[in-house]
């Protein structure tokens, strides 16, 4: 499994619950038959499902007095709960860990992406961050999730919730209003308060009729629909341009408030591993993506041209990854899985490890790393530690091959599940989407 753009928001944490749909029945036998195929799978991953008492206390305790505890920290941190600010999410999302803000002044765009400051509550020296090693990272199966930190913190102080007081780790850049690079990029610790929570449907709403916000908010004075708008103008040019650039793009009917979150923390994590490379030349955990060899990319790009309906544009066959880029947008859609896993079998792993050189293939950057989600990533966990307090552990590299293997795991034990899923009669897609209800006979 390789990378492309949909790891920001992989597909199964961000599907969420969809609206309208009640969930899918099913009898308390198959529910114990499921419940003993989910135990079979974490004993055979090594998959911890539940924390230690320690670990569940300790979180327990970070989240006493937060009121108190942030406004202690309003003097050392940057003051933003001014800024229009706002999270977009699955409607059934339980915790909101990256908000976004924007502006555009005099000859750029400024984009802030607000991320929940976890290591304010996980550190080294915590029982929570010797757990949070030992997953990796959050284990996304339908219908049930196994997190990488407790709930019980996610949840809560972690939760970028609206109208609450929270303590992020901002990503400021401004970017020129024409090619959109960066003129200049800050990191630092803030205060914020979210204006409004938006689930994906709220957000496509809104772009279409502006005149809802104040359905959404609780301060009707705050410009969330004008802030809406030009963040989707921001995002639909960042989308284009890294196509143009060569980027992979394996799902081109992406909607508009998906690609907006996205966009945006694509931005912010290649900012940081920027920061972190180029301006402090330290070591940290970068995401390396090794490219197909040529025999491999022109195997896949054979056997998709040899898909009925499917014809390959011939000015894009120089750049495999434009070819399929704008295939996919003329092929029928019953093709687009068949090229889409023409394309997967091809792309080597992506891997953590703590130099970026080698690039990332799939999302053609140069140097890339993760940042955007320090609750069920290792790795970000770890990269904002470091962007912190300049600080790299000792570990870094057997880190960097723990969450690989761990991510490797994680992708199997899904794949597996899935496919007991359908064994059993049921459509993984929509136990994901819709949750299970055990209804008596």
């Not at 979180?59 to 006493?64: D, F, G, I």
């Not at 040899?306 to 019953?334: F, H, Y």
């Amino acid at each position: 499994m390789s990378d492309t753009e949909q790891e920001e928001r992989d597909d199964q944490a961000a599907a969420g619950t969809i609206e309208g749909q009640g969930p899918v029945e099913i009898d308390p036998e198959l529910a114990r038959h499921i419940e003993n195929k989910r135990e079979e799978l974490f004993e055979k991953f090594s998959i911890p499902d539940g924390f230690p008492a320690e670990v569940l206390e300790e979180a327990k305790a970070r989240t006493e007095e937060v009121g108190a505890e942030i406004e202690a920290e309003v003097d050392d941190r940057e003051d933003l709960r001014e800024l229009t600010t706002w999270t977009t999410d699955p409607v059934d999302a339980q915790d909101f860990d990256d908000a976004i803000s924007v502006e555009r002044r005099d000859g750029e765009y400024v984009l802030w992406v607000h991320i929940a400051d976890v290591t304010h509550y996980v550190t080294p020296d915590t029982a929570m961050w010797e757990s949070a090693v030992e997953r990796a990272n959050t284990v996304y199966l339908p219908a049930y999730t196994v997190h990488m930190l407790p709930p019980v913190l996610a949840e809560t102080v972690c939760s970028l919730v609206p109208n609450e007081d929270r303590l992020a780790h901002t990503v400021e850049m401004h970017l020129d209003e024409e090619d959109l690079g960066y003129e200049s990029i800050d990191i630092y610790k803030s205060v914020i308060r979210s204006d409004a929570r938006l689930t994906y449907t709220e957000a496509e709403r809104l772009l279409d009729e502006p005149d809802t916000a104040g359905d959404l908010l609780e301060d009707e004075s705050v410009d969330l629909a004008e802030k809406t708008e030009l963040v989707w103008e921001l995002a639909d040019r960042m989308h284009e341009q890294r196509k143009e650039e060569g980027s992979l793009v394996l799902n081109p009917k992406r909607d508009r408030a998906h690609t907006i979150i996205e966009e945006c923390m694509l931005k912010a994590n290649k900012a940081v591993t920027h920061e972190l490379m180029w301006d402090r030349g330290v070591e940290a955990m970068y995401r390396v993506h090794p490219q197909p060899s040529p025999e491999e990319w022109d195997e896949a790009l054979q056997e998709i041209q040899e898909l009925d309906g499917v014809s390959i544009p011939g000015s894009a066959w120089d750049d495999p990854r434009k070819a399929v880029n704008a295939t996919l947008e003329q092929a029928p859609e019953r093709q687009l899985d068949s090229i889409q896993w023409a394309v997967m079998k091809v792309m080597p792993r992506a891997q953590y490890m703590n130099d970026p050189f080698g690039g990332h293939h799939a999302l053609n950057f140069e140097i890339y790393g993760h940042f955007t989600s320090p609750i069920r990533r290792l790795s970000d966990l770890i990269n904002h530690w470091i962007v912190h307090t300049n600080e790299v552990p000792e570990d870094l590299v057997a880190l960097c091959d723990r969450a690989s293997d761990r991510q490797k795991d994680a992708e199997q034990c899904e794949r597996e599940y899935k496919q007991f899923l359908e064994e059993v009669g049921l459509d993984p897609a929509a136990v994901n989407n819709r949750g299970i209800e055990v209804v008596e006979e």
